[in-house]
């Protein structure tokens, strides 16, 4: 199961850190991804994360902005997100790739197997 949580409304410039709790798994050998939809707009990838490896990949739109970490103690992954834009309001999904035994993640949604229900995002003044 993977659950995310965090999501809420912040103003332009304001930070958010999104938790991503899985449970039924060991995240030893995994990807995560993160991926967003916006209103009227088709899903995307946001970054992703290996968790053999600790490569991280972000999306141009959120380089330097966004950071992926991870709790193993209490397998939930985050991710940091900084310096919002209105542009980044969005319903924000984590998923998993179990396993996984890759170096490098995918920021491609039909290599993850296990999604969250998603927790929404608006960045607004």
């Known amino acids: 199961q993977v659950v995310e949580s965090g999501g809420g409304l912040v103003q332009p410039g304001g930070s958010l850190r999104l938790s991503c709790a899985v449970s039924?798994?060991?995240?030893?050998?995994?990807?995560i991804g993160w991926f967003r939809q916006a209103p009227g707009k088709l899903r995307e990838g946001v970054g992703c994360?290996?968790?053999?490896?600790?490569?991280?990949h972000y999306a141009d739109s959120v380089k330097g902005r966004f950071t992926i970490s991870r709790d193993n103690a209490k397998n939930t992954m985050y991710l940091e997100m900084n310096s919002l834009k209105p542009e980044d309001t969005a319903v924000y999904y984590c998923?998993?790739?179990?396993?996984?035994?890759?170096?490098?993640?995918?920021?491609?949604?039909?290599?993850?197997?296990?999604w969250g229900q998603g927790t929404s995002v608006t960045v607004s003044s």
């Open positions: 039924g798994f060991t995240l030893d050998y995994y990807a």
């Open positions: 994360f290996s968790g053999r490896s600790d490569f991280a």
């Open positions: 998923a998993l790739r179990y396993p996984w035994y890759g170096n490098d993640c995918s920021d491609e949604a039909d290599e993850y197997t296990y």
